[in-house]
T-cell receptor, first 114, second 112 residues
Framework: AQSVTQPDIHITVSEGASLELRCNYS??????LFWYVQSPGQGLQLLLK??????LVQGIKGFEAEFKRSQSSFNLRKPSVHWSDAAEYFC????????????FGKGTHLIIQP | GAGVSQSPSNKVTEKGKDVELRCDPI?????LYWYRQRLGQGLEFLIY????????KSGLPSDRFSAERTGESVSTLTIQRTQQEDSAVYLC??????????FGPGTRLTVL
């Protein structure tokens, strides 16, 4: 069965420190992968996506993610976090080229310490 | 242009009542999706519409849930005989064919 797993429920990072949020996937073929961010009371905003090609993907707000087929991972990174990055982060996937709905991980809650 | 809009933003209902949730997709987006987000959980896919094709209802949790969409416009998600476990945020998303999905702000449903 297709699945997306985010192993970390909560992550606490100091402002200015680097960030890595983990995402693992299980699909029969290379999936399309996404990272979304959800701030309190807000809808989901797309940070970045991977369909094919270059495995290092740049997104908005200074985020990037790297697709690693050998590790079935698509981890999200940011070199220096800001207090405004505190939010819930969701990794999602779907079958490449398919029309099915997205499969979401359970989310990682990011807390920024001053 | 305008993003995906949903109404109402909040809905409180009594157990056993029917509710209708509305989604207005981004103009020109042919695909429309409904998801459910329970408290502290990720999103669960419910149903998908693509143009005039038959919808993919594979994610609907029970026959109390149904959805309609006329052409490439507004969609309505209906929950009949609501139960307390239906309490959640219901999110709608739209996309151009099967490209990136853009989400609305959601409808928070509370069943008392």
């Amino acid at each position: 069965a297709q699945s997306v797993t985010q192993p970390d429920i909560h992550i606490t990072v100091s402002e200015g420190a680097s960030l890595e949020l983990r995402c693992n996937y299980s699909y029969g073929a290379t999936p399309y992968l996404f990272w979304y961010v959800q701030s309190p009371g807000q809808g989901l905003q797309l940070l970045l996506k991977y369909f094919s090609g270059d495995t290092l993907v740049q997104g908005i707000k200074g985020f990037e993610a790297e697709f690693k087929r050998s590790q079935s991972s698509f981890n999200l990174r940011k070199p220096s976090v800001h207090w405004s990055d505190a939010a819930e982060y969701f990794c999602a996937g779907r079958s490449g080229g398919g029309a099915d709905g997205l499969t979401f991980g359970k989310g990682t809650h990011l807390i920024i310490q001053p | 242009g305008a993003g995906v809009s949903q109404s109402p933003s909040n809905k409180v209902t009594e157990k056993g009542k029917d509710v209708e949730l509305r989604c207005d997709p981004i103009s020109g987006h042919t695909a429309l999706y409904w998801y459910r987000q329970r408290l502290g959980q990720g999103l669960e896919f419910l149903i998908y519409f693509q143009g005039n094709s038959a919808p993919d209802k594979s994610g609907l949790p029970s026959d109390r849930f149904s959805a309609e969409r006329t052409g490439e416009s507004v969609s309505t998600l209906t929950i009949q005989r609501t139960q307390q476990e239906d309490s959640a945020v219901y999110l709608c998303a739209s996309s151009i064919r099967t490209d990136t999905q853009y989400f609305g702000p959601g409808t928070r449903l509370t069943v008392l």
